[in-house]
């Protein structure tokens, strides 16, 4: 009896220093947690706001080459490979973000493969392309205001 006596009374007498220990280590639980959800936060944010940079790019491109005069040096030969690179950097990206972004990139890819030959000669195809891109800046626009 006097062994759950003490037990009691040494339980009882460090109480504090018990509280203290469970409420350090679910503080420090927290924290690394919350440290780990700033940095997938911040991730998400600089590969956004990188999809947003190289959709402006692409949608200049695109307008560039159905708009621009014929005799244009953005007409050259050269952009579809800069749509090509373009387009491969947003899918890219897309990876780090939620799955919607992903589908939304890999739509644009779509898009574009089918459409890229067509944007100097025909409106049509610089819409579906200006559509495809501007779903995919407005799904990331989303992901990112919705961050904590």
Known sequence: ???KFNL???F??????????AIAI???AYNSWRNEQSEENRNLRAAGFEIMKESARLQYLVDSITYASSNDPIKQQDTPIVGWVTVNQIVSLS???MP???GDAEQLKLVWSEHWQDLADDEAANEKVSIANQRLVDRVRNQLTSLK
């Open 95 to 97: 990876q780090l973000m």
């Open 26 to 28: 679910s503080a420090l």
């Open 12 to 21: 009882q007498q460090n109480l504090l220093a018990i509280l203290s220990i």
């Open 100 to 102: 919607e972004v992903k």
């Open 1 to 3: 009896m006097s062994s």
């Open 8 to 10: 009691k009374q040494q």
